[in-house]
Structures are given as C-alpha cells and as structure tokens.
C-alpha cells in the first residue's frame, strides 16, 4: 500500500490558539474560493517525502530517530503572515519565520534529508534553501486578494518531529501522525 508521507514540526496548542484568532481576524477580507487550512494541519515541513510503501516506514523511523538524536529542540520564530511561495507565484496565505530561525533549521532540513537517502528512501529532493512557512490558505487565482502583510510575532520551542500521512480528499488534505521522534535535550 502505497502512502503519501511528510516529515513536519508540529505547533504547540497555545499558538495554535493565538493563530486562529488572528486568522478569524483576516477571514472576512477573503472570497470564498480562498480555502483556509484548520488548526490541526498547520505544521512546518521539513521534508515531503511522497508516495511511500509500508515497508519504507521502518527506514524513515530510523532516519528521524538518527537526526533525533544528533538535533537538540530547536526553537523558531515566527514574524508575519503574507503571501507565498514568491511576488510571482502568489497560491497560499503563509505564516513566516524569521530568517534567522530558517538558517537555523537548515542544518537539521539537510541532516535529516541525507539520513533518508542514506536509509535508502526514494523521494525528490529539494536543494533550495529552507524557508520556514506555515500554509493557513490555498487560492488558485490572485485576483483581487486584500493587501496583506500583518505582523505576527512568535517564538517557541519544538521538542519532536513527525512523520505524517497525508489522504487527498475533495475538501483537502487530511493528515495523520504515524511516528512521533523526540530531540536530544540540551
């Protein structure tokens, strides 16, 4: 059985709360065919692995479970809501992290991408550079979106990564935690 997987950095409950406020706060100024996320999928992607097979999930295991332990709970900060993924190719309503912390998460995107290759899972790479975001909407046009740049500050630690399944569904994605793999403590 084939499974469509991702690796992600779950919010803490306070956030969570403290975003849907905020994101009530914007709701109104959007047309319906902007397709806002719920709390429970707001998460930070550290690497989508795709169509994976059963037999694929031991080796992913081990891999976060490797990086677990070589990565101490990292903390991010969060900075504002926009547009994303570029000016150009405006398809989402994002939360942003501050640059800083997606400098700091890069090591830890790369490690934990290379313990997987070298577990032996296949999925596509990506070899850009590791932007911190969280999707709160998707849109497919970008005609007569409301101005948007609204300060959003946060910072918070992350004690665990998770391994995600995500079911496609006609009203969106559906995820489920698989594996739950705590970082070292300092």
């Known amino acids: 059985?084939?499974?469509?997987?991702?690796?992600?950095?779950?919010?803490?409950?306070?956030?969570?709360?403290?975003?849907a406020r905020e994101v009530e706060a914007i709701r109104y100024h959007f047309t319906d065919d902007v397709r806002f996320m719920a709390p429970e999928q707001w998460h930070i992607t550290l690497?989508?692995?795709?169509d994976q097979t059963d037999e694929t999930?031991?080796?992913?295991?081990?891999?976060?479970?490797?990086?677990?332990?070589?990565?101490?709970?990292p903390e991010i900060e969060l900075?504002?809501?926009?547009?994303?993924?570029?000016?150009?190719?405006?398809?989402?309503?994002?939360?942003?992290g501050s640059d800083?912390?997606?400098?700091a998460l890069q090591p830890l995107s790369e490690a934990l991408t290379d313990a997987l290759v070298e577990e032996g899972v296949?999925?596509?790479r990506e070899f850009r550079q590791f932007r911190i975001h969280i999707t709160l909407a998707r849109f497919m046009t970008h005609d007569n979106l409301p101005e948007l740049n609204?300060?959003?500050?946060?910072?918070?630690?992350?004690?665990?990564?998770?391994?995600?399944?995500?079911t496609l569904t006609r009203s969106g994605a559906e995820y489920a935690l698989l594996q739950k793999i705590k970082f070292q403590v300092d």
């Open 47 to 50: 690497a989508f692995l795709g």
């Open 150 to 166: 609204r300060p959003f500050t946060h910072a918070f630690e992350v004690p665990a990564m998770d391994l995600m399944e995500s």
């Open 100 to 103: 800083a912390s997606s400098r």
């Open 57 to 73: 999930l031991p080796l992913i295991t081990a891999a976060m479970e490797k990086i677990g332990k070589r990565f101490t709970i």
């Open 1 to 19: 059985m084939k499974r469509r997987l991702f690796i992600a950095l779950d919010l803490p409950e306070d956030l969570k709360r403290s975003l």
């Open 122 to 124: 296949t999925f596509r």
């Open 79 to 96: 900075t504002n809501i926009g547009y994303g993924p570029t000016a150009a190719a405006l398809r989402m309503v994002w939360l942003n």
